[in-house]
């Protein structure tokens, strides 16, 4: 291990001493590594050109705004920023952010969901992970209640009823995108259209067309449903690390929410600032012994 790590350390000192310098300014000192980052990103905004694409002038401007910026963060430490109260506050707070974004990294770790668990929330929980029913619909719609009829007569007599619903769909429906998918809606499922259309869709039979015209806000539809899906639950091979990963952030976030709520009963908090009123129920509750 130490070897390793020994070899590892010399490449690094290595790549660093073999850095091409492009330029200086001072005690400032600008080299390929320090405006690679740089240059890859000039690189992605000109639209995916290559890094060896960038032109001398572009790759001059890069190594000129990068002196800028060390020549201003001179300026910026020379002025006694760092020596503020202000500058030391903020330094604490990002410490602070940095450490409890890893400690909270490390105890998610620690949490653990068995395939146990994951497969009795999916037991539990069977409607989330079912998909619903569905039919497979076309309509044509008019605005009068006659033509509607005559058109499922006219329909009722066609020898192939899914070829004569299209051209009548297409000739006929004022649905603007009838023109385009000769009225044919597709698979849908409960809540998606208004609810006379939804009743009388769902109700009829696979291959049947409604035998009334059946009226909404929109007009006067003759609906034909083609197909349908039966409600399915999903297999729950397919989705156990899902749930595993949802419980697992579930489970974590109840163990920080307890361990939080621990610290706060033994830490002894005493409030310096007026407190609000109780709420009713908390006035009605006993008193604890």
């Given at each position: 291990m130490k070897k390793f790590l020994f070899t590892t350390l010399s490449l690094?000192?290595?790549?660093?001493l073999n850095?091409?310098?492009?330029?200086?300014?001072?005690?400032?000192?600008?080299?390929?590594?320090?405006?690679?980052p740089l240059v890859e990103a000039q690189s992605m905004h000109a639209m995916g050109a290559e890094p060896s694409k960038i032109t001398d002038e572009d790759k001059k401007n890069i190594v000129d705004s990068y002196i800028k910026y060390k020549l201003l963060m001179k300026e910026a430490k020379a002025s006694g920023i760092e020596d503020s109260a202000e500058f030391k506050k903020?330094?604490?707070?990002?410490?602070?952010?940095?450490?409890?974004?890893?400690?909270?990294?490390?105890?998610?770790?620690?949490?653990?969901?068995?395939?146990e668990e994951?497969?009795?929330?999916?037991?539990?929980?069977?409607?989330?992970?079912t998909n619903p029913e569905e039919v497979s619909v076309s309509h044509i719609l008019v605005e009068d209640e006659k033509v509607a009829k005559e058109i499922i007569d006219t329909l009722s007599k066609a020898k192939n009823l899914k070829d004569e619903f299209k051209k009548l769909a297409t000739e006929k429906s004022i649905d603007p995108s009838a023109k385009e998918n000769s009225g044919d809606?597709?698979?849908?499922?409960?809540?998606?259209?208004?609810?006379?259309?939804?009743?009388?869709?769902f109700a009829l039979q696979d291959g049947e067309i409604s035998k009334e015209p059946v009226k909404t806000q929109?007009?006067?539809?003759?609906?034909?449903?083609?197909?349908?899906k039966k409600a399915e639950k999903m297999p729950f091979d397919g989705l156990k690390e899902r749930i595993k990963e949802g419980l697992k952030g579930q489970k974590f976030k109840e163990t920080l929410d307890k361990k939080a709520d621990d610290l706060f009963e033994k830490a002894k908090?005493?409030?310096?600032?007026?407190?609000?009123?109780?709420?009713?129920?908390?006035?009605?509750?006993?008193?604890k012994k």
């Amino acid at each position: 291990m130490k070897k390793f790590l020994f070899t590892t350390l010399s490449l690094a000192v290595a790549m660093s001493l073999n850095a091409a310098v492009l330029a200086t300014a001072g005690d400032i000192s600008v080299s390929d590594e320090d405006i690679a980052p740089l240059v890859e990103a000039q690189s992605m905004h000109a639209m995916g050109a290559e890094p060896s694409k960038i032109t001398d002038e572009d790759k001059k401007n890069i190594v000129d705004s990068y002196i800028k910026y060390k020549l201003l963060m001179k300026e910026a430490k020379a002025s006694g920023i760092e020596d503020s109260a202000e500058f030391k506050k903020q330094i604490e707070l990002a410490k602070e952010g940095i450490i409890f974004n890893m400690w909270q990294e490390n105890e998610f770790k620690k949490v653990s969901v068995s395939d146990e668990e994951a497969k009795k929330y999916y037991d539990e929980n069977g409607d989330i992970f079912t998909n619903p029913e569905e039919v497979s619909v076309s309509h044509i719609l008019v605005e009068d209640e006659k033509v509607a009829k005559e058109i499922i007569d006219t329909l009722s007599k066609a020898k192939n009823l899914k070829d004569e619903f299209k051209k009548l769909a297409t000739e006929k429906s004022i649905d603007p995108s009838a023109k385009e998918n000769s009225g044919d809606l597709g698979f849908v499922r409960k809540g998606i259209f208004v609810q006379e259309f939804e009743d009388a869709a769902f109700a009829l039979q696979d291959g049947e067309i409604s035998k009334e015209p059946v009226k909404t806000q929109f007009g006067y539809h003759v609906i034909y449903k083609q197909g349908s899906k039966k409600a399915e639950k999903m297999p729950f091979d397919g989705l156990k690390e899902r749930i595993k990963e949802g419980l697992k952030g579930q489970k974590f976030k109840e163990t920080l929410d307890k361990k939080a709520d621990d610290l706060f009963e033994k830490a002894k908090v005493e409030y310096k600032m007026p407190l609000p009123a109780p709420k009713a129920d908390e006035k009605a509750a006993p008193a604890k012994k």
